[in-house]
């Protein structure tokens, strides 16, 4: 079946640092990804869609120059969170989409803690 | 615009028990349908989707959930309540085709012996 590894499962940084968040689809080519923020007890909140070799596009409130997102091929697509603070602390998560009616694949997660 | 309510954040049951997620929906299409199970710390495990045709859909670990156009409601059941069943359980709605798929709040499930 379609697989998504997302990369790492637990990051810790300081304050002030950029890191980056890799989804790679493993087995299929993902012609769009989505990546999804959850904080603690919480829903998962869309905030942004990526496409093959286009621009992002960035769900209203979501700051894009301190989420870079990128999608430079069909099985790669990076988060970077910009100097990071502790209010970016959260579980981020992504998901691919193969083609427009196939299944939406989610990633198993990052935890990001800026310290 | 496409949107998902949980209704109850926090269901509890005793293990053996029915268990009822209820999930509305409001599409300006007609959706898809999901429901995603969450184990701490961890993605997401899709339990059952509905996408068109029969609208009683069954799912992994005896799930099940009936898309009920009239009520605009999709609501998860399972017979018999597990303790492994203890989880965060989210609804989400997809609008047009290659969109992103909107979630609901969760509703976190336990379990009791």
């Known amino acids: 079946g379609a697989v998504v590894s997302q990369h790492p499962s637990r990051v810790i940084c300081k304050s002030g640092t950029s890191v980056k968040i890799e989804c790679r689809s493993l087995d299929f080519q993902a012609t769009t990804m989505f990546w999804y923020r959850q904080f603690p007890k919480k829903s998962l909140m869309l905030m942004a869609t990526s496409n093959e070799g286009s621009k992002a596009t960035y769900e209203q409130g979501v700051e894009k120059d301190k989420f870079l997102i990128n999608h430079a091929s069909l099985t790669l697509s990076t988060l970077t969170v910009t100097s990071a603070h502790p209010e970016d602390s959260s579980f981020y998560i992504c998901s691919a989409l193969r083609r427009a009616n196939y299944g939406y694949t989610f990633g198993s997660g990052t935890r990001l803690t800026v310290v | 615009a496409q949107s998902v309510t949980q209704l109850g954040s926090h269901v509890s049951v005793s293990e053996g028990a029915l268990v009822l997620l209820r999930c509305n929906y409001s599409?300006?299409?007609?959706?898809?349908l999901f429901w995603y199970v969450q184990y701490p710390n961890q993605g997401l495990q899709l339990l059952l989707k509905y996408t068109t045709g029969a609208t009683l859909v069954k799912g992994i670990n005896g799930f099940e959930a009936e898309f009920k156009k009239s009520e605009t409601s999709f609501h998860l059941t399972k017979p018999s309540a597990h303790m492994s069943d203890a989880a965060e359980y989210f609804c989400a709605v997809r609008g047009q085709a290659g969109t992103a798929l909107i979630f609901g709040k969760g509703t976190t499930l336990s379990v009791s012996s």
């Open positions: 599409s300006s299409v007609p959706p898809y």
